[in-house]
């Protein structure tokens, strides 16, 4: 899960340099820009810790139930609710990711107005409102409405006001409150997808669905409780920053980045399916392979983000994107649960490194830090349609000859093998733009 934060304080003092001086924080592949002139933030205590447990389970709730959808679309193509092409089944959760990053713009602007709760609520009601309807349906199209739509944007309200709220309660701790919060995404992405595995075959679907829709709701009520922003924003950030159409390199990450989303979104949503239709796992253990992989994505949003603080983002990110590349159709040797369950480890780990160096990159390609969240919106923005892009491209790919049983695994994995591949060559390109062949920072 990439993640994007947003400049939280007010300037109190004449003496404000602007935010062009702005400090800039970045742990775990999250950002975080805070004016060092305004009124210091108390940098602990009981109220600021509890801003973190807010944000922990805000996150948890977000990315937390987006990565689950591997499991879901498993059970879809089981066609035990309604039957659909690899295709269009992957449409829901595309959707669903899609609206996490696109909402999150706007809810931005909203943020930064002072309307916390507001957001909280809305984006609480979206995703237990979601989740209840998902509970009842039988087609399609209430499945696409219910879970792409309704609890997509119900977790891009709350994926901006998870990071933002933090920011003015610390300064020399921002980094560790950040990261701590940060680790919501990788636990919710293993809780999530183990209730429903443990349920689904138990209680069905729509009761599995309602309990995953209380547990949303039970654990959404401590940050609407204890979040509680401390200092309103000066101004409202831009939607969009004209300059950043002309700036090659920011243009160039962005592509290599969506490059590299569609192909590890590949992996995301058909290693599950892949492991049952190859008859190497029964259909209820290889939707363990989810969480396993999101588990594995810890150390890759961690390792990437201490060796860019002496490799720089861009040396760390293309060997990533070329292992990421070269795994996927390694897929194709696998032969045993064992060798899925390895591969699904390493994807997971070299996967992650997306997940965490975007943010660096972006921040190092603005030099004028007071665009900075506005240059992180629309880049994400943009990213979400890898996401569109990943999922539904890779089942078209899967399903290509028309017949549900006759699956082109080889095209798929190759599928997402190139794109990310095509990813590691753009990063080498923009390495070699940025600083040539010297050995160097980058």
Known sequence: MEINSRPSLVPLSDKDPGPENWNTTVSNGIVATWNPDAEPPPDGGLKAWLQVLGSWVLIFNTWGVVVTF??????????????????????????????????????????DRGYLKPLLIAGTFCMVFGHMMLSLCKEYW??????????GIGAGCLFVPSLAVMQPYFSRHLGLAIGLAATGSSLGGVIYPVIFINLINRLGFGWTVRIIGFVSLG????????????????????????????????????????????????????????????????????????????????????????????????????????????????????????GIICTAVFIGFTSGIFIATPPLLFVALTKDKSKIGTRMGMAFALLGTGVLTGGPGSGGVLQRHGNPNDLDWTGTWIYGGVFTLGSGV?????????????????
């Open 70 to 111: 591997g499991d879901y679309q498993s059970f879809y193509e089981s066609g035990q609710l309604f039957t659909q092409t690899s295709s269009n089944i992957s449409w829901i959760g595309s959707t669903q990711a899609f609206f996490v990053f696109a909402t999150g713009a706007v809810a931005g602007p909203i943020f």
């Open 142 to 151: 209430q499945a696409l409405l219910a879970q792409g739509f309704m609890v």
């Open 219 to 338: 654990t959404l009520l401590v940050p609407i409780s204890i979040s509680q922003m401390r200092i309103k924003p000066t101004g409202v950030r831009k939607l969009l920053d004209p300059s950043a159409f002309r700036d090659g390199p920011y243009l160039l990450c962005i592509f290599a980045c969506l490059l590299g989303y569609t192909g590890c979104y590949t992996a995301f949503y058909y290693i599950a399916l892949y492991a049952e239709d190859s008859g190497w796992m029964s259909s209820h253990m290889s939707l363990y392979l989810v969480p396993i992989l999101n588990a594995s994505s810890v150390l890759g949003r961690t390792v990437p983000n201490w060796l860019s603080d002496w490799m720089g983002p861009t040396n760390v990110v293309i060997p990533g994107a070329f292992l990421t590349g070269l795994v996927l159709p390694c897929n194709l040797a696998v032969k045993s649960e064992a």
């Open 426 to 442: 753009c990063f080498l390109i923009l390495r070699f733009w940025m600083a040539g062949f010297k050995i160097q920072k980058v």
